[in-house]
């Protein structure tokens, strides 16, 4: 069987994939791909299935600051080397989406929508999180054409112009101030008067003289003819309602966890953020969880990656218990 590397530059033919894995990890983000490299160090049969492009969300990461050992590195690069480092010690990776996890007792299969079932005795959830829509009037007309969920992706497309942020996370903060790199102007539009981002997010914002903020404000529609050619604001203390020009709107305002096909299988929140343990375990045995997929306070990469370790660990003690080679 051939895989394929779908946009990371990192490439590798593999040959015979084994039939049965010690450990698949489902999602080739941050935290799959730390739990990947310590379970093929360990020498597990390790495979990861990602379902689109290796690296998750941080590859749609213009500049990360707050990595450790990397005072500036782009999102895309860091993952890459991470791919690079699980390749190196073994790991395996497919492209399929995963839709069903079976628990066969000591095995799990993992049924995929291309109808192919993957086998293994540990599975690694780290399913990560993708962003959360607007829910405004016009957003899903206008997607692709004006509306855009990654700076990294589209900034370019809009050179010169005035554009919009919604949102007041780090994401928020941080993309606006990557795009003022384009666009003439950044107005910044957030529900609250108060950030919810880091402070040094906040700081670099403020300073930027090409962003304005705009407080206390929702967009209630995206408007325009062929592309978006304004944004409807509504204050939301004082009701007051305004037109703002712009031709771009890029919405930050969240996440919401890949966690559908788990519903049912393994206990979540009412959000479907995965319960764990701190040895990352879930409410089925054999089966872990890491990353932003998971009920936690801080979404980081540090953490997720710390996350993906803790998980490895344990998976790998699980396999050594139902092989009999534990080492106590
Ligand atoms: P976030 O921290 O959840 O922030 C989402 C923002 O969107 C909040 O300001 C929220 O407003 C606003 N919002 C949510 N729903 C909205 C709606 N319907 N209408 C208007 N505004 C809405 O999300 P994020 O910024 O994507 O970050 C996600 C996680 O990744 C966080 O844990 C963050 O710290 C982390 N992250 C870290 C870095 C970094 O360390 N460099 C970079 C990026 C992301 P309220 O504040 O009023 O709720």
């Given at each position: 069987?051939?895989?394929?590397?779908?946009n990371?530059?990192?490439?590798?033919k593999?040959?015979?994939l084994p039939e049965?894995?010690d450990v698949?990890?489902?999602?080739?983000?941050?935290?799959?791909?730390?739990?990947?490299?310590y379970?093929s160090?360990?020498r597990?049969?390790?495979?990861?299935?990602?379902?689109?492009?290796?690296?998750?969300?941080?590859?749609?990461t213009?500049e990360?600051?707050d990595y450790?050992?990397?005072?500036?590195?782009?999102?895309i690069?860091?993952?890459?080397?991470?791919?690079?480092q699980?390749?190196?010690?073994?790991?395996?990776?497919v492209?399929?989406?995963?839709?069903?996890?079976?628990?066969?007792?000591e095995?799990?299969?993992?049924?995929?929508?291309?109808?192919?079932?993957?086998?293994?005795?540990?599975?690694i959830?780290?399913s990560?999180?993708?962003y959360?829509?607007?829910?405004?009037?016009?957003?899903?007309?206008?997607?692709?054409?004006?509306v855009s969920?990654?700076?990294?992706?589209?900034?370019?497309?809009?050179?010169?112009q005035?554009i919009?942020?919604?949102?007041g996370?780090?994401?928020?903060?941080?993309?606006?101030?990557?795009?003022?790199?384009?666009a003439?102007?950044?107005?910044?539009?957030?529900?609250?008067?108060t950030?919810?981002?880091?402070?040094?997010?906040?700081?670099?914002?403020?300073a930027?003289?090409?962003?304005?903020?705009?407080?206390?404000t929702?967009?209630?529609e995206?408007?325009?003819d062929?592309?978006?050619?304004?944004?409807?604001?509504?204050?939301?203390?004082?009701g007051?309602?305004?037109?703002?020009?712009?031709?771009?709107?890029?919405?930050?305002?969240?996440?919401?966890?890949?966690t559908?096909f788990?519903?049912?299988?393994?206990?979540?929140?009412?959000?479907?953020y995965?319960?764990?343990?701190?040895?990352?375990?879930?409410?089925?045995?054999g089966?872990?969880?890491?990353g932003?997929?998971?009920?936690?306070?801080?979404?980081?990469?540090?953490?997720?990656?710390?996350?993906?370790?803790?998980?490895?660990?344990?998976a790998?003690?699980?396999?050594d218990?139902?092989?009999?080679?534990?080492y106590?």
């Open positions: 069987m051939e895989e394929f590397n779908l990371l530059g990192v490439q590798k593999e040959t015979a049965v894995f698949i990890i489902i999602g080739g983000g941050p935290a799959g791909l730390t739990a990947a490299i379970n160090r360990a597990m049969k390790t495979l990861i299935i990602e379902k689109q492009a290796m690296g998750g969300q941080v590859i749609l213009s990360v600051e450790p050992g990397f005072e500036n590195v782009a999102g690069t860091l993952v890459q080397n991470m791919e690079k699980a390749r190196n010690f073994g790991t395996h990776i492209y399929e989406e995963v839709e069903k996890i079976m628990d066969k007792g095995a799990k299969e993992l049924h995929c929508a291309s109808g192919k079932i993957y086998k293994t005795c540990a599975v959830i780290a990560g999180a993708g959360r829509q607007l829910g405004a009037l016009g957003e899903i007309r206008f997607r692709g054409k004006g969920y990654c700076g990294t992706c589209d900034g370019a497309f809009f050179r010169n005035e919009a942020v919604v949102g996370g780090d994401t928020a903060l941080e993309e606006a101030v990557f795009l003022t790199r384009f003439k102007k950044v107005s910044v539009i957030h529900r609250r008067d950030f919810r981002g880091a402070k040094i997010a906040q700081e670099k914002a403020f930027n003289p090409k962003i304005e903020f705009i407080y206390d929702v967009v209630e995206i408007a325009g062929r592309g978006v050619e304004k944004v409807k604001l509504k204050n939301i203390k004082n007051k309602v305004s037109d703002l020009a712009v031709t771009g709107v890029f919405i930050f305002v969240g996440l919401i966890p890949n559908i788990l519903k049912g299988f393994v206990k979540m929140d009412e959000a479907g995965v319960e764990v343990n701190a040895e990352m375990k879930t409410s089925v045995s089966v872990f969880s890491c932003d997929c998971n009920i936690k306070t801080f979404r980081q990469i540090v953490t997720a990656c710390g996350d993906g370790a803790v998980a490895a660990y344990s790998q003690h699980y396999v218990r139902v092989k009999g080679t534990e106590i």
